[in-house]
Each structure stands twice: as structure tokens, then as C-alpha cells.
């Protein structure tokens, strides 16, 4: 069953933006603040409830606002940890140094373990540069429940061993940028870049989504759906090795030439270059990976309107 527990109107105006702020859970065991949620003793009679239909019984651990304020809490992030099952068990409680630096929080995490409860062990990290862009340990792990079958469908590149951890340090270490400015997101490159590590991750993690990049031969329906998909164009011609459509009001082509590179191009007045440079990069990111070779665009119309570029040979 489910149950709908209010989280504290008061403690949301303190800087509790979320519920993981000021509580966390773990199979049969609900770590939270005293001040958490509205009505909570009514929800716990609901949880405990539930629990026990299905054979579980709750473990409740209730942490007193006379030990650790709710600003303490929001300020160490001790509900944004996270919370482990143990072998034996037991649970272990992953904290940010942050708890460790504040007395009350640590003081508390002492009597904790000491007491004999679910949580047996306290474990701390430095996680400054997660802390510093409101992230803690909770923040720092995505967490599925499968059976034997389920992870055996799951795709073994996005399981994390030390050679992917490796891979992908070098992945961040070529394309993460330490500094942004307000300059930099209206820089085309900037979407380039992004783009370019994104296409990397896909082929790192083995996810497949933009093999498509990289075939000896591209499917001409491949181009036109991924430009309809991501922008507004209509379609005005397809062939085997060519596309034309109209966009943003733009007559623009894109050929494959003889040796399965693609070219592109768009019709516009000659002082109008730098325009058509903004227009087309992003498209050009998204087919070929920065494998685009420009040219200038040769876009007429025959008599029934339809658009046309240079011809094309199979």
C-alpha cells in the first residue's frame, strides 16, 4: 500500500526544499527529524499498518529537535545521506564531512550507533564539490531494486566497474568545463562541446543511441527524422542520398557525398553567412558528430515548388 505523509510547512520556509532534506528511508527503517512531516504520528500508524500486512514491521528512528535543530540538519545534510543494508542486517549510514564539523549532528550520530538501534555503524566522506552544488551521499547514488533476472537485462556498460570509473575520469576530464559564463551559453561551441561528450558517453556506456553516426552508409530518413524531431522543418524532398526542407523560414539541403560524409548547406544571401553558420552548427552537431563538411548551398525550385540542391550520385 501507499501512504501520503505531509512534509512540515515550517521546516520547508528553513531551507527544507525537499523531503530527502529531513528524512531518509530504508527497507523497514524511516530515519527522520522530529519536525518532518504534519500528523506524524497518524502516518507512522499508517506505515506500521501496511508494513505488517505484507510481514514487515516498522523501525521508526526519530530524531529530537532538542538534540539536532532543523538547521543543523539542513546545514550538514544528516538526512541526505544514505542508508545502507549491512549483511548482517545492520544498517550503515553514509554522511558528508559536513556532519562530522557540526557538534550537535555528531554528537548525536555518536548516541546513535551506541544505542543499539537498526543503524549499527557511521561512515563519513568528503563531498565538498557535491555539497557546494546542494548535493550529499543520497545525491550521489541512483538506486534500482532488481531481482536476478531484471539485472540480467540490464546493459553491462553502465554497470560501474574500475576500468569504466577510469574511462569515464578521462570523459569528464576532456569535456567538463570548470568555469561558465553568461557568454558561453549563447556560443554555439558551447552546444557543440556538449553535444560531442554527449555522443562519446552513448558510445562509452555502450548505450547505442547514436551509432547511427557513425555507418558507412547514412539513411537519408535518419537525417530528416532527427531535424523534424528537433526543430519545426517540413519536409519538401527525400531521396536515397538527399534531403531538402524548409526551417526557420531557411531552404536547406543536406547531401551525402561518395564517400559517406554529409554536406550541408542553406540558402541565404551572402552578407547573411554568419546567420547561416548558427543556424546550421547545431544541425551539423547532431548528424555527424563534427565530421560536417560545409559547403555553400546551390537551392532552386523546379515547377511544382519542390526544393532541390545539387545532384546527387549513387
Known amino acids: 500500500g501507499v501512504v501520503y505523509g505531509q512534509q512540515n510547512p515550517a521546516v520547508?520556509?528553513?531551507?527544507?526544499?525537499?523531503?530527502?532534506?529531513?528524512?531518509?528511508?530504508?527497507?523497514?527503517?524511516?530515519?527522520?527529524?522530529?519536525?518532518?512531516?504534519?500528523?506524524?504520528?497518524?502516518?507512522?500508524?499508517e506505515l506500521r499498518d501496511k508494513l505488517s500486512r505484507v510481514g514487515g514491521q516498522l523501525q521508526a528512528v526519530c530524531v529530537p529537535r532538542a538534540e539536532v535543530s532543523v538547521q543543523d540538519a539542513v546545514r550538514s545534510y544528516l538526512f541526505?545521506?544514505?542508508?545502507?543494508?549491512?549483511?548482517?542486517?545492520?544498517?550503515?549510514?553514509?554522511?558528508p564531512q559536513e556532519c562530522q564539523a557540526n557538534a550537535n549532528v555528531w554528537g548525536y550520530l555518536q548516541r546513535?550507533?551506541?544505542?543499539?538501534?537498526?543503524?549499527?555503524?557511521?561512515?563519513?566522506?568528503?563531498?565538498?564539490?557535491?555539497?557546494?552544488?546542494?548535493?550529499?551521499?543520497?545525491?550521489?547514488?541512483?538506486?534500482?531494486?532488481?531481482?536476478?533476472?531484471?539485472?540480467?537485462?540490464?546493459?553491462?556498460?553502465?554497470?560501474?566497474?574500475?576500468?569504466?570509473?577510469?574511462?569515464l575520469t578521462q570523459w569528464v576530464d576532456r569535456h567538463y568545463r570548470d568555469r561558465m559564463s553568461?557568454?558561453?551559453?549563447?556560443?554555439?561551441?558551447?552546444?557543440t562541446e556538449c553535444r560531442t561528450a554527449l555522443d562519446e558517453l552513448t558510445q562509452i556506456l555502450k548505450l547505442g543511441a547514436h551509432d547511427f553516426l557513425y555507418r558507412e552508409h547514412f539513411d537519408m530518413s535518419d537525417a530528416l527524422q532527427l531535424i523534424l524531431e528537433d526543430t519545426d522543418g517540413t519536409q519538401l524532398e527525400t531521396s536515397c542520398t538527399r534531403v531538402a526542407i524548409i526551417w526557420q523560414g531557411k531552404e536547406l539541403w543536406i547531401q551525402q557525398d561518395g564517400r559517406g560524409q554529409l554536406l550541408i548547406g542553406v540558402d541565404v544571401e551572402e552578407d547573411d553567412a554568419e546567420y547561416a553558420n548558427l543556424l546550421l552548427r547545431p544541425l551539423a552537431t547532431n548528424l555527424v558528430s563534427l565530421q560536417l563538411e560545409m559547403e555553400p548551398a546551390d537551392v532552386g525550385a523546379d515547377e511544382e515548388g519542390h526544393v532541390h540542391g545539387p545532384d546527387c550520385n549513387h
Open 12 to 45: 520547508i520556509d528553513q531551507g527544507v526544499f525537499h523531503n530527502d532534506v529531513i528524512a531518509v528511508g530504508n527497507g523497514e527503517v524511516l530515519f527522520y527529524h522530529e519536525d518532518a512531516f504534519l500528523h506524524t504520528e497518524q502516518m507512522l500508524g
Open 80 to 95: 541526505n545521506s544514505q542508508l545502507l543494508s549491512r549483511p548482517d542486517g545492520s544498517m550503515l549510514l553514509i554522511v
Open 112 to 167: 546513535l550507533i551506541a544505542d543499539a538501534g537498526p543503524v549499527a555503524e557511521v561512515k563519513v566522506f568528503d563531498l565538498k564539490q557535491s555539497m557546494q552544488n546542494g548535493g550529499g551521499p543520497a545525491c550521489l547514488r541512483l538506486r534500482v531494486a532488481l531481482n536476478e533476472t531484471e539485472l540480467a537485462a540490464v546493459n553491462p556498460g553502465v554497470i560501474m566497474t574500475a576500468p569504466l570509473y577510469e574511462t
Open 182 to 191: 553568461e557568454n558561453d551559453l549563447a556560443d554555439p561551441r558551447l552546444l
